[in-house]
T-cell receptor, first 115, second 114 residues
């Protein structure tokens, strides 16, 4: 089946620094990828839709200048958390559709801890 | 209207018992209803999914029941096992709108005790 891979699986960074998370579709091309954020014991909340070759679409309340999304190729989308603060600590998950499939494949998630 | 409601928030079931999780939605544009299973520290994985033109779908021990008129659907896990202990999310999506986002319910934490 299709595989979506995230890197890194976990990262610890100092407050004020920036962190980049990669989301790759390993065996298919994904024109659209999605970035979710999940706090402990809560559901996945969509942050933004990443479109290859164009600007990302952000959900209401998500700061686009803080969460920079780049979908530079059909297999890679990146989420950069800029000037990270402890409240940005969370579990970030990406997903992608393979063509017209109805299934959304999810990455294994990235645990970000800002200290 | 984009919301998907889910209950219960948590569920404890004895090994061999039946686990039942219920969901409801408002948006009639939703036409695809997946269930995801998530273990701690992992991304969600698709468990089973159903379209509204079907009232029931069974895969192994997992069954989705769908009531289109009531806009409700549920997951039944038969012969629940300790390995089923995880968080379960119902979800909804509009597949006619290609590449549309998945809307998740709030989740149910299932614990299956021996």
């Amino acid at each position: 089946g299709a595989v979506v891979s995230q890197h890194p699986s976990w990262v610890i960074c100092k407050s004020g620094t920036s962190v980049k998370i990669e989301c790759r579709s390993l065996d298919f091309q994904a024109t659209t990828m999605f970035w979710y954020r999940q706090f402990p014991k809560q559901s996945l909340m969509l942050m933004a839709t990443s479109n290859e070759g164009s600007k990302a679409t952000y959900e209401q309340g998500v700061e686009k200048d803080k969460f920079l999304i780049n979908h530079a190729s059909l297999t890679l989308s990146t989420l950069t958390v800029t000037s990270a603060h402890p409240e940005d600590s969370s579990f970030y998950i990406c997903s992608a559709y393979r063509g017209m499939d109805t299934e959304a494949f999810f990455g294994q998630g990235t645990r970000l801890t800002v200290v | 209207q984009q919301q998907v409601k889910q209950s219960p928030q948590s569920l404890i079931v004895q090994k061999g018992g039946i686990s039942i999780i219920n969901c409801a939605y408002e948006n009639t544009a939703f036409d695809y209803f997946p269930w995801y299973q998530q273990f701690p520290g992992k991304g969600p994985a698709l468990l089973i999914a159903i379209r509204p033109d079907v009232s029931e779908k069974k895969e192994g021990r997992f069954t989705i029941s769908f009531n289109k008129s009531a806009k409700q659907f549920s997951l039944h896990i038969m012969d629940s096992q300790p390995g089923d202990s995880a968080t379960y999310f119902c979800a909804a999506r509009n597949v006619k709108t290609s590449y549309d986002k998945v809307i998740f319910g709030p989740g149910t934490s299932l614990s299956v005790i021996p």
